[in-house]
């Protein structure tokens, strides 16, 4: 019986996994059933047709199908309208989780109109999302030469330097970010950030203090806040941990030496140069002399 139990568990456990597969699989089919397209058509379509159609596809996920009829309309008739477009599903695939994508619809805008307004900043937000800082800096560095006292583009550049490890830099950007608003409570709270990370725990509080006596409801400000207050017992807790751990080490190298030195005479004991087994003994006066007795 019991062995009919497990083979019926074992049974069950197989069937439901299948079942699982079975549906994980069925939105794959679906998608690549509804992206397929026949790109031999593209040269064919009209200007309207390929507006229609690449908007059908963005629709449908096949973005990549979609760039190449929106790009082939932006070629044909570079207006406003469609420039704008290129400018708009590029900020919609950078929100849906595709920064990659959305950078070669931007690049393509800037292509057409280097002077676009809204696609430096917009391909600076999706280089963040693939963490290309340095790239990233030198699209604010841009963007600050027009507008120094642009308060998201100051504040940003210091989030890309806390994303280089540039702490000490990162608080620079706040503090500019704050001359422009001194109750711009995602500057507090990203200069507190920065303060945290340089173990300014203190100072850290009274920033996500600032930043919460203006948004009480600041949900990011409330979490690194508790962090800062826990941060001392927590560095405490590794530093006396990576002390008994470095201990551990030591230890364990410093026996394993000893005993394989310890095998290694014994193994050696009574063996001549040559490796030869020889008979030791000695009278009780060579005994002695060997000691170092008198």
């Known amino acids: 019986m019991g062995n009919l139990t497990k083979s019926n568990s074992a049974i069950t456990i197989i069937f439901g996994l299948l079942i699982i597969l079975f549906f994980y699989q069925i939105p794959y089919v679906q998608a690549q059933d509804v992206v397929e397209y026949d790109l031999s058509k593209l040269d064919n379509e009209s200007f309207d047709e390929l507006l229609k159609h690449g908007k059908e596809l963005m629709n449908q996920e096949n973005y990549e199908a979609a760039r190449l009829h929106y790009f082939k309309a932006a070629e044909i008739n570079p207006s406003r309208t469609v420039l704008d477009t290129l400018n708009n599903n590029g900020n919609a695939l950078s929100a849906r989780g595709y920064p990659e994508e959305a950078v070669l619809w931007f690049d393509k805008l800037l292509e057409i109109d ?62 500019k970010t704050l001359e422009v608003n001194p109750k711009y409570v995602h500057g507090l709270n990203n200069k507190g950030l920065a303060l945290y990370r340089l173990g300014q725990y203190d100072e850290a509080i009274s920033y996500y203090d600032k930043a919460l006596e203006i948004d009480p409801t600041y949900q990011l400000a409330i979490e690194n806040k508790e962090l800062a207050k826990n941060a001392p017992v927590t560095d405490f807790v590794f ?12 230890g364990g190298v410093y026996l394993i030496n000893h005993f394989r030195k310890k095998r290694r005479v014994e193994k050696n004991k009574g063996k001549d140069i040559k490796g030869k087994d020889v008979k030791v003994s000695f009278s009780p006066i060579e005994s002695e002399k060997n000691s170092g007795a008198v």
């Open 114 to 175: 280097p002077n676009h307004g809204a696609a430096p900043r917009n391909k600076a937000n999706a280089l963040f999302e693939l963490e290309k800082y340095d790239e990233v800096i030198s699209y604010y560095d841009k963007i600050l030469e027009i507008e120094p006292r642009n308060i998201s583009v100051l504040n940003d550049k210091g989030r890309a330097m806390l994303g280089l490890g540039k702490n000490e830099e990162a608080i620079v950007w706040f503090d």
């Open 239 to 250: 530093d006396y941990f990576g002390l008994v751990i470095l201990a551990a080490i030591v």
